[in-house]
């Protein structure tokens, strides 16, 4: 039987995947996680075979979230399931450690194949992200230049393309505004932009955010 950690801080969707397992025999949903520490704390209970993690949830993000349990669980296979299309984030979420990237649109076979290939040890990706990989593996060291920017950074930049003030940003990352600011200078001299303008246009013209 293989036991699931579902890690959403939507109660339907959590409710939904539920259902999805229980009509599989082999399949179970084993815990549940509202937020990122509440994934990291019923992980580290033991008992799961797979962890299903969304990536937006309060307090720390997915990328936190599945950096520690690389770190702390380095044997248990992490599947992101998130509302974010493949070219947002399932690159550089597989780098850092992912078994795989699926869209919360997708079938519900698919969630079950997935879940199945990444316990067994494999990578879950589909075909449009697989040929995206290949082509990034051929292209070499051509990279955009989001991809310089650590996962901190990332998403950083992201809060600050959705139009987040600095002041908005450390809140909700509680973090400091002095940090923030640090930041938000790191991130646009990296990407060689000068205002905030010019970052949500990159944003948006690379598909980063909604």
């Known amino acids: 039987m293989i036991r699931a950690l579902i890690a959403d801080d939507h109660a339907v969707v959590r409710k939904g995947l539920r259902l999805i397992l229980q009509e599989t025999s ?8 509202a937020s990122g520490l509440e994934a990291l704390d019923s992980a580290r209970q033991g ?6 993690l969304d990536i937006t949830m ?6 936190e979230v599945l950096k520690d349990l690389r770190v702390e669980h380095p044997e248990l296979p992490v599947l992101v399931l998130s509302m974010h299309a493949e070219e947002q984030f399932a690159v550089r979420l597989l780098k850092s450690g992912a078994a795989g990237y ?6 519900p076979e698919e969630l079950v194949k997935a879940i199945r290939k990444v316990v067994a040890g ?5 075909p449009t992200l697989a040929e995206k990989l290949a082509f990034e ?8 230049v ?23 940003i450390a809140a909700e990352l509680s973090l400091s505004v002095k940090t923030i600011s640090t930041y938000r200078a790191r991130i646009l001299t990296k ?14 013209t690379n598909q980063l955010v909604e």
């Open 102 to 107: 699926l869209n919360k649109e997708s079938a």
């Open 122 to 126: 494999g990578r879950y990706v589909s």
């Open 58 to 63: 309060p307090g720390r993000s997915g990328f």
């Open 26 to 33: 082999d399949m179970q949903v084993a815990g549940e996680a």
């Open 47 to 52: 008992g799961y075979d797979v962890v299903v």
């Open 191 to 204: 990407m060689n932009l000068h205002t905030n303008a010019e970052l949500i246009h990159y944003a948006i």
């Open 137 to 144: 593996i051929d292209a070499g060291s051509d990279k955009l």
């Open 146 to 168: 989001h991809e310089t920017l650590s996962d901190r950074e990332f998403q950083v930049m992201r809060m600050m393309a959705t139009g987040k003030t600095v002041k908005e």
